[in-house]
């Protein structure tokens, strides 16, 4: 079944044709690692800087780490089949950080991610968050627009904050607000 935009539907009728197959769990099943990490890897330099894990390995053991400190994780299914990942982690009772997300490539706009992105934080705000801040590759200017539609604003730049390929590279950092908040 493929999931690509058909030339005559508008974007509003795409979505509401997939949001009946979304279904979101959390956690995200342990044994989805290898397929989030073959999803990543459709897109490294959108999710892999020089000092991030170079195995899958090492990447699951940072994510249980992460998970022990109080690390959200959520999967996505279309019709029952994995299509995405999401990590977000609490800073405060308030103010919770996302730790990345990622769609496999053949779900890329249908908005199915904008509304499992939007399912997650709804879930973090009936949790008491105010706010939850993302940081993204400058260069990533697809997620950058992709968070302004879930009402991201801009909270700053991070110059030079990592490095890809030797290079240093710009973190854009932004924030979402819970309704009523910010
Ligand atoms: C980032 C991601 C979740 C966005 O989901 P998506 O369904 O692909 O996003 P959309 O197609 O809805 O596009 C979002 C916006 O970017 C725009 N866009 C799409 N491709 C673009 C491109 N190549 N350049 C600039 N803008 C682009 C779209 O027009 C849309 O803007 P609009 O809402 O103002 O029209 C998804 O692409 C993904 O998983 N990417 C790989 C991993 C990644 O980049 N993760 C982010 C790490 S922080």
């Known amino acids: 079944m493929s999931l690509a935009l058909a030339p005559d539907q508008t974007r509003a009728e795409t979505r509401a044709r997939w949001a009946s197959t979304l279904t979101l769990e959390s956690p995200a099943p342990s044994e989805w690692g290898p397929i989030v990490w073959q999803w990543m890897h459709q897109h490294p330099d ?6 991030s894990a170079t195995t899958q ?3 699951l053991a940072g994510l249980a780490a992460e998970a022990a400190e109080g690390e959200r994780t959520w999967g996505a299914r279309s019709d029952g089949r994995p299509i995405g990942f999401l990590g977000m982690r609490p800073l405060s009772p308030r103010v919770w950080m ?3 997300l990622c769609f496999c490539r053949s779900v890329h706009g249908t908005g199915l991610p904008h509304l499992a992105t939007a399912r997650a934080l709804a879930e973090v705000f009936a949790l ?11 260069h990533n200017v697809r997620v950058g ?7 991201a604003v801009e ?8 490095t890809q390929h030797g290079r240093p590279v710009d973190l854009k950092l932004v924030a979402i607000f819970a309704p009523g908040k910010g």
């Open 46 to 51: 959108l999710n892999f800087d020089d000092g």
């Open 155 to 162: 909270e700053g730049c991070l110059r030079g904050q990592v």
């Open 128 to 138: 008491g968050a105010e706010k939850v801040c993302a940081p993204y590759y400058a």
């Open 98 to 100: 996302s730790r990345g």
């Open 145 to 151: 627009a992709f968070l302004r539609g879930l009402g």
């Open 57 to 59: 390995d090492v990447w």
